[in-house]
């Protein structure tokens, strides 16, 4: 079976900007829920929860959506979660340095993935991606993740209310100015590491 993500850090970690009230509540609610969902609609993991996205087809067609769906509400949180920490920390080695050349410097890059998410219709995620070793940022809806179009996610901020509410209300831009107090690129400049 799937096994729910271990949170890396207490509750209150990310406080002052998400509170631990929301965290406890995001990641025991939200994030467990897509995990037992998941485990439900496949009864044994015959993939890593990664490689479900390119295998989707070897499901049934009548569960291909909920799994496709419940999937990616369980990678993206995972990201999520390992998107940031108690003092937040800027991008290294490769991965910085291949910001500083596609966006011209890293508060260049963070200006730009705040705006774009910002952009963002309704509920869904801002991803940092890689296609090969090109970066990209990307706005995509509900749960969908990069893995379905082949991309790889190293970094993301979740847009769902349920992440933001209880300590902004509606004021959305605010938490996502907010966010980057906490923004931690470490796991995103491992993976780089690796597929660069």
């Known amino acids: 079976m799937y096994k729910l993500m271990k949170l890396p850090y207490p509750y209150d970690a990310l406080e002052p900007d998400i509170s631990a009230r929301t965290?406890?509540?995001?990641?025991?609610?939200?994030h467990k829920k897509y995990n037992d969902n998941l485990n439900k609609l496949i009864e044994v993991d015959i993939y890593p929860i990664e490689q479900i996205p390119q295998n989707i087809d070897k499901?049934?067609?009548d569960k291909r959506g909920d799994i496709l769906y419940n999937a990616g509400g369980v990678l993206n949180h995972d990201l999520y979660w390992k998107s940031m920490s108690k003092i937040g920390t800027a991008p290294s080695g490769k991965l910085l340095k291949k910001i500083n050349n596609t966006y011209g410097s890293y508060d260049n890059f963070k200006r730009i993935f705040i705006k774009k998410a910002k952009m963002l219709?309704?509920?869904g995620y801002t991803f940092l991606v890689a296609n090969n070793s090109n970066l990209?940022?990307?706005?995509?809806?509900?749960?969908e993740t990069p893995l379905s179009y082949g991309l790889i996610p190293l970094?993301?901020?979740d847009l769902w209310e349920h992440a933001y509410y209880l300590d902004y209300q509606n004021d959305r831009d605010k938490y996502i100015e907010n966010f980057w107090n906490k923004a931690d690129l470490t796991y995103a400049s491992q993976i780089y590491e690796n597929i660069s």
């Open 155 to 157: 970094f993301t901020i």
């Open 121 to 123: 219709t309704g509920s």
């Open 136 to 143: 990209t940022i990307m706005n995509l809806p509900n749960q």
């Open 59 to 61: 499901f049934s067609m």
């Open 23 to 30: 965290v406890n509540i995001h990641y025991n609610k939200h």
